[in-house]
T-cell receptor
Framework: DTGVSQDPRHKITKRGQNVTFRCDPI?????LYWYRQTLGQGPEFLTY????????KSRLLSDRFSAERPKGSFSTLEIQRTEQGDSAMYLC??????????????FGPGTRLLVL | AQSVTQLDSQVPVFEEAPVELRCNYS??????LFWYVQYPNQGLQLLLK??????LVKGINGFEAEFNKSQTSFHLRKPSVHISDTAEYFC?????????????FGSGTRLLVRP
């Protein structure tokens, strides 16, 4: 396995602009998770997919955020009308099979977003 | 709701000394427990996890952790650290009954190993 990859690794944008991040999970991993990590804090759950279905969204995911996973492969996370409070590291993780209790999640390197 | 507390934001230690990173959790339901490590510019990597059975869990890189249900703790230990262990360490829980199996993380402990 080549691991979970995320693109871009860094993004600087101006307030009000839209940004899109991409995550490529480990091949054949059915579950895909998005987390957000702000400075000095641990990652916080945003949303997750089982194949192409988005099954849960955190209250942290405002209406400006949207995530997709077409065809159950890669996923995108879009933030519209970015705000300075959106500045954070956005982490993607995937887990194999159908998702089992205690199953290991494999994390990508993250996309660091800075909103000016 | 669940929460994870890592009281020590930073732990400095000399090389070859033992170390313990503390983790306490709060939950009204049973949880699985994890420790992840984050090296600079890298993703989180699983060190070890407790699902059931023996309360002493051994992980990679010589780390181990002990689950204490009565104290709701899952402290991470290593008998002798190396410079390369310098990283951020995160404790996390995942509720048994939550079908998302999402992870709830603590705020992390930065381990700083000095020569």
């Amino acid at each position: 396995d080549t691991g979970v990859s995320q693109d871009p690794r860094h993004k600087i944008t101006k307030r009000g602009q839209n940004v899109t991040f991409r995550c490529d999970p480990i091949s054949e991993h059915n579950r895909l998770y998005w987390y957000r990590q702000t400075l000095g804090q641990g990652p916080e759950f945003l949303t997750y997919f089982q194949n192409e279905a988005q099954l849960e969204k955190s209250r942290l995911l405002s209406d400006r955020f949207s995530a997709e996973r077409p065809k159950g492969s890669f996923s995108t996370l879009e933030i519209q009308r970015t705000e300075q409070g959106d500045s954070a590291m956005y982490l993607c993780a995937s887990s194999p099979l159908a998702g089992a209790p205690g199953e290991t999640q494999y994390f990508g390197p993250g996309t660091r977003l800075l909103v000016l | 709701a669940q929460s994870v507390t890592q009281l020590d934001s930073q732990v400095p230690v000399f090389e070859e000394a033992p170390v313990e990173l503390r983790c306490n959790y709060s939950s009204s339901v049973s949880v699985y427990l994890f420790w992840y490590v984050q090296y600079p510019n890298q993703g989180l990597q699983l060190l070890l996890k407790y699902l059931s059975g023996s309360t002493l869990v051994k992980g990679i890189n010589g780390f181990e952790a002990e689950f204490n249900k009565s104290q709701t703790s899952f402290h991470l230990r290593k008998p002798s650290v190396h410079i390369s262990d310098t990283a951020e360490y995160f404790c996390a829980v995942s509720p048994w009954m939550d079908s998302s199996y999402k992870l709830i993380f603590g705020s992390g402990t930065r381990l700083l190993v000095r020569p």
